[in-house]
């Protein structure tokens, strides 16, 4: 297989150079290719090129500077609108309003998502995925004016890379795959499978950067933080119903 | 880019042939290679070849062949277990059992699970989605022994093609692909966008097996209820709040 999968990594800075329209139409076609539930293509992908809007979907991802600076920035939708619209003109009554059609939707929108930046790495280009998309749905929804049974799920810029950052760790395989069945992890799994990451010198370096004691308490007391989840869980869940889906 | 993702179609018939060891790691690896969420890798992916297993599996998939003939099952979870027992043990209190956390933790199992499908098929192998994996996420739970915070959300079988059926249609690129905004569609830009897959003999005849009037209300009446996705809907939520996420 091609060897971008394994020498990928995230890209945040890019060229100030358009992606021409038959690359990114190829791009496209490569996504929409890819598994749908029963065919129905459940999903909708904003693509923003014009710098206003960008400006104005800044704030809803933090003001990140690659919203702005990427020269395509992709939103993927968990879509039953136009499903059902056809449905209704075709005699027949939509069920789609409901949490297991929201969720084959984004599972729709996540396939083709992850597809598209595939492909596109394989072409040079370099991605980012911008998980504040369900942070800031609500904003979403109203700048990119997403109707009912539309949902945001993830955002990508897409651009050329004007970096080339070091590529990040990963834990080793066996954190993450599991043979035949579950197997819970022992303490003494959990050192094992963390102890390489915590020895990195960039790791050493975070926790003295945030004051803290431990890689851990990073990611609890300062990026990903309990109140936080909570507060733009409440937040994501409002937007879902909002746009039409019970939940 | 490689010819795959356009020629590419689901595979639910395998070679009674396995899937070696090498390969099997090479596609697994550019799974976790793939963007996560602030680099926690919230996912896990549960690797199923033994036989007696995957017929336990089989009745969460509506014993749909595939499940046992594949000679891989893959079931892929959001996983917050993992991240949460290190943070533990590193004196950080963790604050993940919350719907955000969820739909984090289902992007990053979904992007790992496309990635190793795209890969997959780049090898020449097949592979199918299994949208019952949230259908019946409690059933797989069960099986596979998942403790709390971990959810399945894709299961793909996996194998060497024994057919090649033929590659299904797409809506044009113009039904999922919006410019700068979201572009509502009217009565006769719906029309015009299904127009080509309803006039299809194949959409025909799936009419009228169906004893149906149109092909909208296959989707309706028979493939996609709104009384199953309710029930399904109902059943998935108790199981993710049962793995301990607030929903």
Not at 31 to 54: F, L, P, W
Not at 131 to 151: F, K, W
Not at 225 to 239: I, Q, T, Y
Request: hydrophobic content about 40%.
């Amino acid at each position: 297989m091609n060897s971008t999968y394994f020498t990928r990594r995230t890209i945040r800075k890019y060229e100030p150079r358009e992606i021409g329209e038959e690359l990114l139409e190829r791009i496209l076609t490569a996504g929409v290719r890819a598994s749908t539930t029963g065919n129905m293509q459940v999903y909708s992908i904003i693509v923003t090129r014009d710098r206003a809007i960008k400006e104005k979907l800044a704030p809803a991802h933090f003001n990140q500077p690659m919203v702005t600076e990427a020269p395509v920035v992709l939103t993927f939708c968990a879509d039953f609108n136009r499903f059902s619209k056809w449905c209704r003109q075709r005699d027949a009554e939509p069920g789609y309003d409901n949490f297991l059609s929201f969720m084959t939707a984004a599972i729709d929108a996540l396939i083709a998502a992850q597809t598209i930046c595939n492909a596109a790495e394989e072409e040079g280009l370099g991605i980012c995925y911008l998980g504040t998309a369900t942070y800031n749905a609500d904003m979403i929804i109203e700048v990119l004016e997403l109707p009912s049974l539309v949902v945001p799920v993830a955002t990508v810029t897409l651009g050329w890379p004007a970096q080339v950052p070091d590529q990040p760790d990963r834990l080793p395989l066996e954190a993450v795959v599991h043979q035949e069945k579950y197997v819970d992890f022992t303490a003494s799994a959990i050192d094992d499978l963390y102890r390489a990451r915590e020895a990195r010198s960039d790791s050493i370096q975070f926790v003295a950067e945030n004051g803290k004691e431990t890689l851990a308490q990073v990611f609890t007391d300062v990026r990903y933080k309990k109140s936080d989840n909570e507060f733009f869980s409440a937040k994501f869940l409002d937007a879902i119903r909002r746009q039409g889906f019970t939940v």
